[in-house]
């Protein structure tokens, strides 16, 4: 009686590492599929932050106004271009074509970025 | 900014230079418009009555470029979508200001048309509010210029 007892618990301790392998397994395939990538952009104190940005393909970015004051984010190339944003306010593009993507803001044209997507 | 010396856009509000650069001339000749005024109205002195009427002459004149700069960077930036904030605000007061530099203007234009008149004393806190809201304005403008910023 002891003995299957011991031999049940052996097997059921197996089952269970062997389930919790499938499960990593499982794990490890889920963050292998590619992910969309987000990235943010500060506005704050007449300057984008970072100014420059190099991004896969497909890559979202998201520009937040920290600054007291409106500011814009508009493509030179008018590829995108936000409404008036103000503090707190958000923008968000998503880049699926490869290229460079210079921007500004209209209300103050020395504030400028750049976007590289590869 | 990528500029292109053939589009008018770009030569008319490159940087916000001409709206920034007009709204000085206003602000500056009304102020002293002002001050003129009510040192002429203490001191009864006609010269200084003269000078601060053709500085505020002056001024209701050069609000005409002034305003169209702004409105014009208002639809060719930001192609005239609706503000709010700070930059309502800087519309509403400029606009405001404008209104009241032509109405100290016309009262002192009424006046002088006819020598025997004399200018009422009514127009003295009307000048005064006018320059408080030309200031306020002013102060708007140089926060949304950024310039007390890097930029």
Same mark, same amino acid.
């Given at each position: 009686?002891?003995?299957?007892?011991?031999?049940?618990?052996?097997?059921?301790?197996?089952?269970?590492?062997?389930?919790?392998?499938?499960?990593g397994?499982g794990?490890?395939a889920?963050?292998?599929q590619? =992910?969309p990538?987000?990235?943010? *952009?500060?506005?704050?104190n007449?300057t &984008?932050?970072?100014?420059?940005l !190099?991004?896969?393909?497909?890559?979202?970015?998201?520009w937040?106004?920290?600054?007291?004051?409106?500011?814009?984010?508009?493509s030179?190339? =008018?590829v995108?271009?936000?409404k *008036?944003?103000?503090?707190?306010?958000? &923008?968000?593009?998503?880049?699926s !074509?490869?290229?460079?993507?210079?921007?500004?803001?209209?209300i103050?044209?020395?504030?400028?970025?750049?976007v590289?997507?590869? | 900014m990528?500029?292109?010396?053939?589009?008018?856009?770009?030569?008319v509000?490159?940087?916000?230079?001409?709206?920034?650069?007009?709204?000085?001339?206003?602000?500056?000749?009304?102020?002293?418009?002002?001050?003129?005024?009510?040192?002429?109205q203490?001191?009864?002195?006609?010269?200084?009555?003269?000078?601060?009427?053709?500085?505020?002459?002056l001024?209701?004149?050069?609000?005409?470029p002034?305003?169209?700069?702004?409105?014009a960077?208002?639809?060719?930036?930001l192609?005239?979508?609706?503000?709010?904030?700070?930059?309502?605000?800087?519309?509403?007061?400029?606009?405001?200001?404008?209104?009241?530099?032509?109405?100290?203007?016309?009262?002192?234009?009424r006046?002088?048309?006819?020598?025997?008149?004399?200018?009422?004393?009514?127009?003295?806190?009307?000048?005064?509010?006018t320059?408080?809201?030309?200031?306020?304005?002013g102060?708007?403008?140089?926060?949304l210029?950024?310039?007390?910023g890097?930029?």
């Amino acid at each position: 009686m002891r003995k299957s007892v011991t031999i049940g618990t052996f097997l059921a301790a197996f089952g269970l590492a062997i389930a919790g392998l499938g499960a990593g397994a499982g794990n490890v395939a889920a963050s292998a599929q590619p =992910k969309p990538e987000t990235m943010e *952009v500060k506005v704050d104190n007449f300057t &984008f932050g970072p100014a420059e940005l !190099t991004v896969r393909v497909g890559t979202t970015i998201t520009w937040t106004n920290r600054d007291d004051i409106p500011h814009t984010v508009v493509s030179t190339d =008018k590829v995108f271009k936000s409404k *008036v944003l103000d503090t707190d306010e958000k &923008f968000s593009f998503t880049f699926s !074509t490869p290229g460079t993507f210079p921007y500004f803001c209209s209300i103050h044209p020395k504030m400028t970025g750049k976007v590289v997507v590869q | 900014m990528r500029m292109n010396p053939f589009d008018i856009r770009t030569v008319v509000l490159a940087k916000h230079a001409q709206h920034v650069v007009l709204i000085h001339f206003p602000i500056a000749l009304f102020i002293t418009a002002v001050a003129l005024d009510y040192l002429a109205q203490w001191t009864k002195n006609q010269t200084l009555a003269a000078a601060a009427y053709f500085n505020l002459l002056l001024a209701a004149v050069s609000t005409v470029p002034a305003v169209a700069t702004g409105f014009a960077a208002w639809q060719w930036a930001l192609e005239g979508q609706q503000l709010k904030g700070i930059l309502l605000m800087h519309l509403v007061l400029g606009c405001m200001s404008s209104v009241l530099i032509w109405l100290v203007c016309w009262i002192h234009w009424r006046v002088r048309r006819h020598p025997a008149a004399s200018l009422s004393t009514y127009r003295l806190p009307i000048e005064a509010v006018t320059v408080l809201l030309v200031g306020l304005t002013g102060h708007l403008g140089g926060f949304l210029s950024g310039v007390n910023g890097p930029g």
